[in-house]
């Protein structure tokens, strides 16, 4: 699917965000002279742009295939939660 038309009918959908991220967003896109609102929508169609082209090569389905696998290891070794940052890099 592409981009959406400029005369495509927008409808409002609401999302939960961390305050600190919504600062950001502001600071930048003051800084970009863009309405936060539009500066957020530029971000989200950036996302959807890098999100189809995942998909299109088949990573999507290897991310969803992944994440199947690491529940059922967590599950096995009754483990609450893989902390990554926790391995020894040697």
Wanted: proline content about 3%; glycine content about 6%.
């Amino acid at each position: 699917m592409a981009r959406p038309t400029k005369n495509e009918k927008k409808i409002q959908y609401t999302i939960m965000l961390e305050p600190s991220i919504i600062e950001e967003m502001k600071q930048i896109a003051e800084r970009a002279g863009t309405p936060v609102g539009t500066f957020a929508r530029n971000i989200l169609l950036l996302g959807l742009d890098d999100a189809r082209l995942l998909d299109k090569v088949g990573i999507t389905r290897l991310i969803g295939s992944t994440r199947k696998q690491m529940e059922k290891i967590r599950k096995q070794f009754n483990l609450e939660s893989i902390d990554f940052n926790a391995i020894d890099e040697d």
